[in-house]
C-alpha cells in the first residue's frame, strides 16, 4: 500500500504570514494533486503536478513537485482566513479507482485575522 | 449542471438498518467513484464505475455493502446492516473519459452517516 504522509497536521497561523505544508511519500507516483475540504463539503481539486521538479502557481499559493515524484509542497504567501481549510494530497498511480488515487490526512490550517 | 450532488447530506440510523445513498454526478462524466471519509483521514477509496460497469471495489467494501449505477448516470450505495463503525462521511465524485488522473475528480458534498 502506497501511503502519503502530510505534515503538519494541524497549523494556526495569523493573517499575513506564510506558511508551508508537505505531503512525502517513499514511493513514486504518475502525478500528484492538491485538494482543499471545506467543513461539511467535498474536497475541490486546486492542482494536478506531473513532471518532477515541476512548479505551479495559483495566486499566492505555490506547488511543487519533487524531482523524484514522490512528495510536493504547497507554499501560501501572505494566508488570509479565507485559506482556511482541510488541504489534501493525492498521489495519482495506484489505490484503487482505475486512476488510483490515494490520499493522505490531510493538513488542517487554520488563519486568525 | 451545478456539479456532484449526493442525497441525503446527513442521515442519522440505528444500528441494524439498511440505509441507501444516491449520487447523481456530471452529466458528461462517465466514471463514478465512491469514497469513505472518517474523522481525522483522507477520503478513502470504495469504489469505481465506468458508465454502468463496476469495474473495482475495494477491500473495505464488506459484503454488507453494495453499490449500483443502472444506467450509467445516478449511483446508489447501500449498506445493510449498518455497524457504529461504518459513521463516516460518504462523498461521490465523477470524472471526465480521461479519468480522474487528468483534470481531477469533481466531489459531492457528501453524506454524512451517522450509526446510532
Known amino acids: 500500500t502506497q501511503l502519503l504522509e502530510q505534515s503538519p497536521q494541524f497549523l494556526s497561523i495569523q493573517e499575513g504570514e506564510n506558511l508551508t505544508v508537505y505531503c512525502n511519500s517513499s514511493?513514486?507516483?504518475?502525478?500528484l494533486q492538491w485538494y482543499r475540504q471545506e467543513p461539511g463539503e467535498g474536497p475541490v481539486l486546486l492542482v494536478t503536478?506531473?513532471?518532477?521538479?515541476e512548479v505551479k502557481k495559483l495566486k499566492r499559493l505555490t506547488f511543487q513537485f519533487g524531482d523524484a515524484r514522490k512528495d510536493s509542497s504547497l507554499h501560501i504567501t501572505a494566508a488570509q482566513p479565507g485559506d482556511t481549510g482541510l488541504y489534501l494530497c493525492?498521489?495519482?498511480?495506484?489505490?484503487?479507482?482505475?486512476?488510483?488515487?490515494?490520499f493522505g490526512k490531510g493538513t488542517h490550517l487554520i488563519i486568525q485575522p | 449542471d451545478t456539479g456532484v450532488s449526493q442525497d441525503p447530506r446527513h442521515k442519522i440510523t440505528k444500528r441494524g438498518q439498511n440505509v441507501t445513498f444516491r449520487c447523481d454526478p456530471i452529466?458528461?462524466?462517465?466514471?463514478l467513484y465512491w469514497y469513505r471519509q472518517t474523522l481525522g483521514q483522507g477520503p478513502e477509496f470504495l469504489t469505481y464505475?465506468?458508465?454502468?460497469?463496476?469495474?473495482?471495489k475495494s477491500r473495505l467494501l464488506s459484503d454488507r455493502f453494495s453499490a449500483e449505477r443502472p444506467k450509467g448516470s445516478f449511483s446508489t450505495l447501500e449498506i445493510q446492516r449498518t455497524e457504529q463503525g461504518d459513521s463516516a462521511m460518504y462523498l461521490c465524485?465523477?470524472?471526465?473519459?480521461?479519468?480522474?488522473?487528468?483534470?481531477?475528480?469533481?466531489f459531492g458534498q457528501g453524506t454524512r452517516l451517522t450509526v446510532v
Open positions: 464505475f465506468q458508465n454502468e460497469a463496476q469495474l473495482e
Open positions: 452529466s458528461e462524466h462517465n466514471r
Open positions: 465524485a465523477s470524472s471526465s473519459p480521461n479519468g480522474q488522473g487528468r483534470r481531477g475528480a469533481f
Open positions: 514511493s513514486v507516483f504518475s502525478s
Open positions: 493525492a498521489g495519482v498511480g495506484s489505490g484503487g479507482g482505475a486512476d488510483g488515487l490515494t
Open positions: 503536478v506531473v513532471t518532477g521538479g
